[in-house]
């Protein structure tokens, strides 16, 4: 929880942060599972699949089983590519499954649908985050994002983020359909790297609820990883 590690948190007088008594000049978050709680995603699909069939003109329940049928897909290439399909690819693959052929139109209306429902149907954010996020951006650490992404956009997680009052505490995202990696890939690690070049890595640490894609991640690019399993 994060309320343990702010327990464990403090500013140390070279404005960088301690955590669990060690030091950090870089401090990256996990999204889904980690910073929100994915909660409800059984209604956003059913959301996304009432959309598709009422644009598309077809059967709902048909639409439910070719999202479910996209999403083995999804995973197969998550898994095995360390990549997240694109949002535009899913809707696709779906309107594949269901033997259609949708107009620009109708894709392009379904994919920004998909992706804009989490700010529709919000998920929650983790009890103690926010502090610890401010706790973090009080300091003279960087803080990051690094995420790998669904149906929702990162161009959505930003504004879901914003929502929440935490976006400007950021100094750097890292959203995997804006760059074709996904974790436990050690690219979007050093993605980071580069961007703080200044930073070593032994001081850098990613924290996530997931530790073989954020654990594994972390540890392929010699990063510290503390877990932080998800909590209701």
Not at 140 to 159: H, N, W
Not at 183 to 212: C, Q, R, T, W, Y
Request: aromatic letters at 10%; hydrophobic letters at 40%; one cysteine or more.
């Amino acid at each position: 929880m994060f309320s343990d590690i702010i327990n464990k948190s403090k500013i140390l007088d070279d404005g960088k942060i301690s955590i669990e008594n060690r030091k950090y000049s870089l401090i990256s978050l996990d999204l889904w599972d980690t910073v929100i709680v994915e909660q409800d995603e059984d209604i956003r699909q059913d959301m996304r699949a009432e959309y598709f069939a009422r644009i598309a003109g077809t059967d709902k329940e048909k639409v439910k089983k070719a999202v479910a049928e996209a999403g083995k897909a999804f995973r197969t290439i998550y898994f095995s590519e360390h990549r997240t399909p694109l949002t535009e690819e899913r809707v696709e693959e779906i309107a594949k499954n269901l033997k259609l052929q949708l107009t620009k139109e109708q894709k392009d209306k379904i994919v920004l649908y998909f992706s804009e429902v989490s700010l529709e149907l919000k998920p929650p954010i983790r009890e103690g985050v926010i502090d610890f996020i401010k706790l973090v951006a009080s300091s003279e650490a960087k803080l990051v994002m690094i995420s790998d992404t669904g149906y929702t956009k990162g161009t959505e997680m930003r504004k879901l983020l914003d929502f929440y009052g935490v976006f400007s505490c950021f100094d750097y995202f890292v959203f995997s359909d804006e760059t074709g990696f996904a974790k436990p890939h050690e690219e979007p690690f050093k993605i980071v790297e580069k961007k703080f070049s200044n930073i070593a890595k032994d001081e850098m640490v990613h924290i996530g609820d997931n530790p073989l894609t954020d654990g594994a991640g972390a540890e392929k690019a010699g990063w510290s990883f503390i877990h932080v399993p998800v909590n209701l």
